[in-house]
């Protein structure tokens, strides 16, 4: 095991993105550098291809923006190629999930002012006794009570009107916010067009459901037609939303067979580690703000 995959989301300056923790685009430029020293970085569908360093693919999940600003355009620069997963229900369904709308609720308002303005609709002792599922990585009390209300506490449509109407209220509307937040058409089709690999992350961004079928269908079968039609080739590579969830492993074994039988070749996990590009379908990978550089060669 020695190739490596690094996983990154946003790639922009952290004080103007709030929500969760991003990358700088000077921090990526110079991680990317270090990166082709040690690694041969390659396109996802190169995995054969004889090299004398390791391998290594540089993924991006979600298909936010800053992708195509900054992470894109550094490595267009650079002459490397990205392998960039496309969560299609913004631009199919104009529905943007949950977490992206917490995130950015985030990133625009105060911790406390939120707080404050939701605390007295819930029941605030039964949200601070749960929470604690943030502890790991969040580090403020305010955000793990903020998340946990809207991921798990409330039903979907009640948080989604709360959010939904604060995003409004900064982007006028919520076409807008989409547009502005996600990649486009235009420019994954510019992006496939400039070398970098495209693949199926999900529509909705759902976890793992257990029923291999249905969820193909419902998160995986509508991103791969809509990427194939504008792209005009066929669609191989996928990186589940969260990994899959808390199914993953289940979720690994179960949907193998379905997505084979759809023409996809390479899956990539939240799992973390290095791996053999060479071998399987599933492969593990290391979030870029865990790449702890002296480690891993
Ligand atoms: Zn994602």
């Not at 109407?165 to 994954?188: A, C, G, H, M, Q």
């Not at 199926?200 to 809509?226: A, D, T």
């Amino acid at each position: 095991m020695e190739d490596l995959v690094v996983m990154y989301h946003y790639v922009m300056e952290p004080e103007n993105w709030r929500g969760s923790v991003p990358i700088s685009p000077i921090e990526f430029r110079k991680q990317v550098e270090w990166i082709r020293e040690h690694y041969e970085i390659i396109k996802p569908e190169d995995i054969h291809r004889h090299t004398n360093k390791p391998k290594c693919i540089l993924s991006f999940d979600d298909a936010t923006k800053d992708q195509y600003i900054n992470a894109f355009q550094i490595l267009k620069k650079m002459g490397v190629p990205g392998y960039f997963a496309v969560m299609s229900g913004p631009l199919v369904e104009r529905k943007v999930p949950i977490f992206h709308l917490v995130h950015t609720l985030l990133s625009h308002f105060s911790d406390k002012e939120i707080w404050e303005e939701i605390s007295n609709q819930v029941n605030i002792d039964e949200i601070k006794n749960n929470c604690d599922i943030y502890y790991s990585y969040e580090m403020n009390k305010y955000r793990r009570l903020i998340k946990y209300l809207f991921n798990f506490y409330w039903p979907e449509e009640r948080g989604r009107a709360f959010l939904e109407e604060k995003v409004i209220s900064i982007y006028s509307s919520l076409d807008v916010f989409i547009d502005k937040f996600y990649l486009s058409e235009r420019e994954i089709i510019e992006m496939d067009t400039c070398g970098m690999s495209i693949g199926v992350h999900c529509e909705n961004h759902l976890p793992y459901s257990g029923n291999p079928q249905e969820f193909y269908e419902k998160e995986i079968k509508v991103c791969k037609r809509y990427l194939e039609k504008i792209l005009n080739k066929e669609i191989k590579l996928y990186t589940p939303a969260f990994g899959g969830g808390e199914k993953s492993i289940q979720m690994q074994i179960e949907l193998l067979p379905v997505l084979q039988e759809n023409g996809f070749t390479l899956g990539f996990t939240t799992e973390k580690g290095l791996t053999e590009l060479k071998e399987g379908f599933w492969h593990k990978r290391i979030d870029c703000n865990q790449l702890i550089i002296s480690n891993v060669v």
